[in-house]
Nanobody, 120 residues
Framework: QVELMEFGGGLVQAGGSLRLSCAASRTMAKINIMGWYRQAPGKEREFVASSTYEGITDYSNFVKGRFTIARNNAEITASLQMNSLKDGDTGVYYC??????????????WGQGTQVTVSS
């Protein structure tokens, strides 16, 4: 079983930067996908970015060129560097991991979320 915890959320001025990190509980198996979703107040949760164990990344169109996701496989962490933040980036950011114990189907695990607020 995987437990995830996010760090780095907070209040930032528009145009500024934040770095989020996600730490996973220790596992003997490789976590295939780690990434981030976000949810603004009153909105649906939306995909932000993801990375495979090998470092293949995927980004939503609204963060391409501004956000960068990176994996540290030895520490079982994923970071999200967010630059040129906009008001629309405000929301709760959730780390997720796709993982399956040996002999089981892969499941999606979620962190508790960390608040990012971009002010004008």
């Amino acid at each position: 079983q995987v437990e995830l915890m996010e760090f780095g959320g907070g209040l930032v001025q528009a145009g500024g930067s934040l770095r989020l990190s996600c730490a996973a509980s220790r596992t003997m198996a490789k976590i295939n996908i780690m990434g981030w979703y976000r949810q603004a107040p009153g909105k649906e949760r939306e995909f932000v970015a993801s990375s495979t164990y090998e470092g293949i990344t995927d980004y939503s169109n609204f963060v391409k060129g501004r956000f960068t996701i990176a994996r540290n496989n030895a520490e079982i962490t994923a970071s999200l560097q967010m630059n040129s933040l906009k008001d629309g980036d405000t929301g709760v950011y959730y780390c997720y991991a796709d993982y399956g114990e040996p002999g089981t189907d892969s499941q999606r695990y979620w962190g508790q979320g960390t608040q990012v607020t971009v002010s004008s």
